[in-house]
């Protein structure tokens, strides 16, 4: 199978701060690199063809992304929500019979699991979804036979309900960091392992 990955890095972040003055995918994280890097360089270890997807205002975004010679689709419609800046990701993926959606803002993943979830997608109608500590983690994957519904989402509505056919195949991991997203500023005081706490919506 012909894996790919899409990259969620369109939202503002308003939980982590609502006035807006602060990128939190450009914010720094243990080692001085943004969230966003760290997100983007694992999904990179594991795949190799990788789409992200910013807004046309995420210059800075973009460029570090491109640094990493991650493709980046620059969508118009990402301000209507995590499942219209999903539908430009999956419209811009070629030749492929499977995609990961990957979140900018979990950069403690591991490797291993992105590259679990990428062996999962073996057929065009598997669906997979890592499991820690009996919930739902990321990155979620989809085989080609879904990729007209993942065309079609609209606003914010996620892949969630896919998550809940019998297609589902959970893969047990030994990964907090499958559930730990950057929410508030103190979250950057966190490493891999430290937070369990339920992930962001898929």
């Given at each position: 199978?012909?894996?790919?990955?899409?990259?969620?890095?369109?939202?503002?972040?308003?939980?982590?701060?609502?006035?807006?003055?602060?990128?939190?995918?450009?914010?720094?994280?243990?080692?001085?690199?943004?969230?966003?890097?760290?997100?983007?360089?694992?999904?990179?270890?594991?795949?190799?063809?990788?789409?992200?997807v910013v807004r046309p205002e995420h210059e800075l975004r973009q460029a570090w992304l491109e640094r990493l010679g991650i493709r980046v689709v620059v969508s118009e419609s990402a301000h209507l929500g995590m499942g219209a800046a999903l539908s430009a990701g999956v419209a811009a993926l070629r030749g492929v019979d499977g995609c990961l959606v990957c979140l900018g803002d979990m950069p403690a993943v591991r490797v291993e699991t992105i590259?679990?979830?990428?062996?999962?997608?073996?057929?065009?109608?598997?669906?997979?979804?890592?499991?820690?500590?009996?919930?739902?983690?990321?990155?979620?994957?989809?085989?080609?036979?879904?990729?007209?519904?993942?065309?079609a989402l609209e606003a914010d509505r996620g892949p969630r309900h896919l998550l809940s056919r019998d297609e589902v195949r959970w893969i047990e991991v030994n990964d907090p960091g499958c559930r730990f997203d950057i929410d508030q500023p103190s979250d950057l005081a966190l490493r891999p392992g430290d937070v369990s706490r339920p992930p962001a919506s898929p």
């Amino acid at each position: 199978m012909n894996v790919a990955a899409v990259l969620l890095a369109a939202g503002l972040g308003r939980r982590f701060d609502p006035a807006g003055r602060s990128d939190k995918l450009l914010a720094p994280w243990h080692d001085g690199k943004p969230v966003l890097w760290h997100s983007a360089s694992n999904v990179l270890a594991a795949v190799r063809q990788v789409v992200a997807v910013v807004r046309p205002e995420h210059e800075l975004r973009q460029a570090w992304l491109e640094r990493l010679g991650i493709r980046v689709v620059v969508s118009e419609s990402a301000h209507l929500g995590m499942g219209a800046a999903l539908s430009a990701g999956v419209a811009a993926l070629r030749g492929v019979d499977g995609c990961l959606v990957c979140l900018g803002d979990m950069p403690a993943v591991r490797v291993e699991t992105i590259a679990r979830m990428r062996d999962g997608l073996d057929t065009a109608d598997a669906i997979v979804a890592p499991r820690f500590d009996g919930a739902q983690g990321h990155p979620v994957g989809f085989g080609a036979r879904w990729f007209d519904e993942l065309r079609a989402l609209e606003a914010d509505r996620g892949p969630r309900h896919l998550l809940s056919r019998d297609e589902v195949r959970w893969i047990e991991v030994n990964d907090p960091g499958c559930r730990f997203d950057i929410d508030q500023p103190s979250d950057l005081a966190l490493r891999p392992g430290d937070v369990s706490r339920p992930p962001a919506s898929p």
